[in-house]
């Protein structure tokens, strides 16, 4: 079992910065691949960006140049930092992780307003 907390969500202005952080505990050792998704308002989650556990990382064309996923082994937590947001990326943002099933944060509000 993996236990997935985000943090770091909020309302920021259009071209501002977020950082958010999603802290693994439990079985994180069997963990494979994690990352972040997104749900906006009417609209179907969708991948955001996400990272294997050999450091490989992947992200939606949407937000490549501007958003950046790591991971912090040491402290089980991965991160997304998200710069020149856009009101489009408002959405609730949800951490997962991969073992054999997946796993999933209870989501993040992230608002950007124009």
């Known amino acids: 079992q993996v236990q997935l907390v985000e943090s770091g969500g909020g309302l920021v202005q259009a071209g501002g910065s977020l950082r958010l952080s999603c802290a693994a505990s439990?079985?994180?050792?069997?963990?494979?691949?994690s990352g972040w998704f997104r749900q906006a308002p009417g609209k179907q989650r969708e991948l955001v960006a996400g990272?294997?556990?050999?450091?490989?990382?992947n992200y939606a064309d949407s937000v490549k140049g501007r958003f950046t996923i790591s991971r912090d082994n040491a402290k089980n937590t991965v991160y997304l930092q998200m710069s020149s947001l856009k009101p489009e990326d408002t959405a609730v943002y949800y951490c997962?992780?991969?073992?054999?099933?997946?796993?999933w944060g209870q989501g993040t509000q992230v608002t950007v307003s124009s």
């Open positions: 990272i294997s556990s050999d450091g490989n990382t």
């Open positions: 997962y992780a991969f073992t054999t099933r997946d796993y």
């Open positions: 439990g079985s994180t050792f069997s963990i494979k691949a």
